[in-house]
């Protein structure tokens, strides 16, 4: 079964052209199934049986695995057999009827917009490092990408006198605006800060770390909580609330969701409309505050 899901994640890299991301994803749960699989003396793919496969969805939650992994470890699985089927390595798709556990979706924590400038506001300094992580931080909430795409931006991804930046996600690109607020504190950090923390000056990288090589994601994790805390924030946010704060903020002030799915990347509206309940949530509790009759 190794050989068959090493075929399968070179398939996904070469032929589907998945993110790295997504391929270690798939790989870690199929290596899952596979020790499972073994421990019961299955070591070939023909071997498998639907029903072994729900036993394997009961076992997974039966060890208190959380709705959200279990639901991601039956699509990896469901992708893998309908690749063994397609390659016709097995006859039939026995993951076919597999059901992924229902999951209760939970509202994104997003900041207030006070919190959210108390924020931005915390790298005051003008050492080169304060200088970037304030231009990090106002083109993060600036345009709503994943920290990922952040950290990956190259310059020429960056067109300063239009304002805005083109975002690589798979095999589309995202064009997405940014204001006055992130180009002043981009320019601020080009002209002053990245070409003194730059290792290689022909890199085209657009934001590095203090070593002068790009910044990883655990680099710009840290940072993030650093500034929070300073800023008296007690959620205990993310890179990710910084997206979900854009999007949210985005709709409250009246943009259309087709422009905000756009923008965040999303390929289904729906994942984009919880930011509309989130508005419709706040606006009833504003109204039952005030109203004298609430």
């Not at 993110?19 to 070591?43: F, P, V």
């Not at 039966?62 to 309908?82: G, L, M, P, Y």
């Not at 800023?231 to 854009?246: C, E």
Request: overall charge neutral.
């Amino acid at each position: 079964m190794e050989r068959e899901i090493e075929n399968f994640i070179s398939y996904l890299h070469n032929i589907k052209k998945t993110s790295i991301n997504t391929e270690l994803s798939y790989k870690r749960d199929l290596g899952k199934l596979r020790q499972y699989l073994e421990e019961k003396g299955i070591t070939e793919v023909h071997e498998i049986t639907s029903e072994i496969l729900e036993s394997y969805i009961v076992y997974l939650g039966e060890n208190h695995f959380a709705a959200a992994t279990i639901s991601r470890n039956v699509a990896s699985i469901k992708a893998f057999f309908h690749y063994l089927c397609k390659e016709e390595i097995v006859e039939k798709d026995i993951s076919d009827g597999l059901k992924a556990p229902k999951i209760e979706k939970k509202m994104p924590e997003i900041l207030t917009p006070d919190e959210v400038i108390w924020l931005l506001e915390q790298p005051k300094g003008d050492t080169p490092k304060e200088i970037r992580d304030k231009a990090m931080l106002e083109l993060l909430y600036a345009t709503g990408i994943r920290v990922t795409e952040l950290i990956t931006l190259k310059i020429s991804d960056v067109n300063m006198q239009m304002g805005f930046i083109i975002c690589h996600d798979s095999n589309r690109e995202r064009v997405i605006p940014f204001g006055t607020a992130a180009k002043r504190a981009l320019t601020n950090y080009l002209e002053k800060a990245r070409n003194v923390m730059l290792f290689d000056l022909k890199s085209d990288i657009l934001f590095v770390n203090c070593s002068g090589q790009p910044m990883s994601r655990q680099g710009f994790w840290k940072l993030i909580k650093y500034y929070a805390k300073k800023a008296g924030i007690m959620a205990d946010i993310t890179p990710h609330t910084l997206r979900h704060s854009f999007a949210a903020h985005l709709v409250e002030n009246g943009a259309d969701l087709r422009s905000v799915q756009e923008m965040l990347g999303h390929s289904d509206i729906s994942t984009t409309q919880v930011y509309a309940t989130l508005t419709h949530n706040r606006i009833r509790e504003v109204y039952a505050k005030a109203h004298p009759r609430g």
